[in-house]
């Protein structure tokens, strides 16, 4: 499947793309949330593992930026954190959070958010 | 003559999809109707009403405005519209803006019912970022519910269930499979 990882720790990347690319995933690497939106103007569809603490848009403002731009159709948002708990900083945009990953976040997580989420990817609107 | 013999909401949001999967795997409730509202965007309405369907054996739709609740059917708020309970068991799309943040709103429906004698209710908050759902909850006990949340350690992001919980209206704090096994005691 396709999977976006949105994320400024060069490690994160790496260590994810050691892991999916075994798994025959086919990824595609953003660093920040500006990149995000890149990739998305791009033709991007599929499952986005997103960071929030990132600089210049954060998750929270990519995903604001996403539904501006009408780049929300299509793509499954699972937040993957460190924050233990998001708290109300993100309800503004729950209807587009279908998950939320806390790193670190063991292996088996990651392949259960991909299997359950997968085939919500691209769905079509009525 | 009403067909409803119970009805049951149930709300999520963040980690709701894999939630209601769980929690409605082959359950088959024949002694009432249950109405999700799932916050979710809207490209996911059809693929997530084919997916309770087939996941849990039941009848599932996107209701329509002035539809008749039936017993036995699972009915999914669609995105971009509330979703009302009217007091014959007849929905109601309400077009409006966004209740905490979001169209549509547990809120909006749980506050819709009213009371029903004789009619079992029971009213569910899952897992979520936010606090819908509690104002919901808290009107639902108000009118007679059975009100249970899930426990917030087994939810993906607790926000609505500790929301839910602090309102003082909750009768239970289940894990999902409690909360299953409430629903087919009550409903099955």
């Known amino acids: 499947m396709r999977i976006l990882i949105v994320d400024d720790d060069e490690d994160v990347r790496e260590t994810l793309r050691l892991v999916l690319e075994a798994k025959g995933h086919e990824l595609h690497f953003a660093e920040d949330g500006e990149q995000c939106l890149a990739r998305l103007k791009e033709g991007f569809r599929g499952l986005i593992l997103l960071d929030i603490m990132m600089p210049r848009l954060n998750g929270w403002e990519t995903i604001e930026k996403m539904v501006e731009l009408g780049l929300v159709q299509g793509n499954v948002i699972c937040m993957m954190t460190a924050v233990l708990d998001p708290g109300r900083t993100g309800e503004h945009v729950a209807s587009h959070v279908l998950h939320y990953l806390r790193k670190p976040f063991l292996e088996k997580e990651l392949q259960s958010v991909i299997s359950q989420y997968g085939s919500f990817c691209g769905g079509e609107t009525e | ?188």
Do not use: W
Request: some cysteine.
């Open chain 2, 1 to 188: 003559m009403n067909e409803i013999s119970g009805l049951v909401v149930i709300g999520s949001s963040t980690g709701g999809l894999a939630a209601l999967t769980e929690l409605l795997k082959s359950i088959r409730l024949s002694r009432c109707a249950v109405v999700i509202v799932q916050h979710m965007p809207e490209f996911i309405n059809e693929s997530l009403r084919a997916s309770i369907q087939q996941n849990s054996g039941m009848p599932c739709c996107l209701p329509l405005h002035g539809e008749k609740i039936k017993v036995g059917t699972v009915y999914l708020a669609r995105y971009g519209t509330h979703l009302e309970i009217e007091g014959h068991f007849q929905t109601r799309m309400i077009l409006n803006d966004p209740v905490n943040f979001v169209c549509p709103a547990v809120d909006v429906t749980m506050r819709s019912l009213v009371a029903t004698t004789g009619i079992p209710l029971m009213g569910v908050v899952l897992t979520g970022m936010g606090k819908d759902g509690a104002a919901g909850i808290r009107h639902m006990k108000s009118i007679g519910a059975f009100t249970v949340v899930q426990t917030p350690q087994t939810c993906v992001v607790a926000g609505m269930v500790a929301a839910a919980i602090a309102t003082g209206s909750v009768d239970a704090v289940m894990d999902l499979a409690m909360i299953r096994q409430e629903l087919i005691t009550r409903f099955g």
